[in-house]
């Protein structure tokens, strides 16, 4: 079946740290892989995606590249902010079909 | 542009009981999907309208049901709640059904007491 598994959280960092959140993915097939984000009191946001093997996601200085030999998408981004606190979703979805599979996702405080 | 909207934002309900939650998406988006967020699952999928028809569906029993209307607004409906049935209830819209990317509301809040 299809499945996403994240890192638990939480992860708390010093600002202008480095941030790294692991994903792993089980998929048949070609999915798409993306990464949400939920602010306090908000719904999902898409930050990134990656719509095939080798391609980088981007978006606010945060990056992830689809690896398909590793099955993973790892998120990172050089220089955590305060206001990047939040709860960060990995998640896969195979065309044809509107189903996302998310991660449990993972919580991330930033300190000042 | 006005996002996606769901209504209530908060509900307390007790066992037994039946709740209807709205959601009314982004203009122009014929995709609506439903999802259950709760700290022990996580994000888990509900169903999917598009055109008012159920394209898809996660694994929930009957008692979780959804519509779509013409306008493209959805419904989903819970009969007989149960305790474990507290969460929060999302809402995303797409334009279609292959675009690969939701628009989330800001979710319905349901406690059951």
């Known amino acids: 079946g299809n499945s996403v598994t994240q890192m638990e959280g939480p992860v708390t960092l010093s600002e202008e740290a480095f941030l790294t959140i692991n994903c792993t993915y089980t998929?048949?097939?070609?999915?798409?892989l993306f990464w949400y984000v939920q602010y306090p009191g908000e719904g999902l946001q898409l930050l990134l995606k990656?719509?095939?093997?080798?391609d980088k996601g981007s978006n606010k200085g945060f990056e992830a590249t689809y690896r398909k030999e590793t099955t993973s998408f790892h998120l990172e981004k050089g220089s955590v902010q305060v206001s990047d606190s939040a709860v960060y979703f990995c998640?896969?979805?195979?065309?044809?079909?509107?189903?996302?599979?998310f991660g449990s996702g993972t919580k991330l405080n930033v300190k000042p | 542009k006005a996002g996606v909207t769901q209504t209530p934002r908060y509900l307390i309900k007790t066992r037994g009981q039946q709740v209807t939650l709205s959601c009314s998406p982004i203009?122009?988006?014929?995709?609506v999907s439903w999802y259950q967020q709760t700290p022990g699952q996580g994000l888990q999928f509900l169903f999917e309208?598009?055109?008012?028809?159920?394209?898809n569906k996660g694994n929930f029993p009957g008692r979780f049901s959804g519509r779509q209307f013409s306008n493209s607004r959805s419904e989903m409906n819970v009969s007989t709640l149960e305790l474990g049935d507290s969460a929060l209830y999302l809402c995303?819209?797409?334009?279609?059904?292959?675009?690969?990317?939701?628009?989330f509301g800001e979710g319905s809040r349901l406690t059951v007491l």
């Open positions: 995303a819209s797409s334009w279609t059904t292959n675009t690969g990317e939701l628009f």
């Open positions: 203009s122009g988006h014929r995709s």
């Open positions: 990656a719509t095939k093997a080798d």
């Open positions: 309208y598009f055109s008012e028809t159920q394209r």
């Open positions: 998929a048949t097939g070609y999915p798409s």
């Open positions: 998640a896969l979805v195979k065309y044809n079909f509107n189903k996302f599979y």
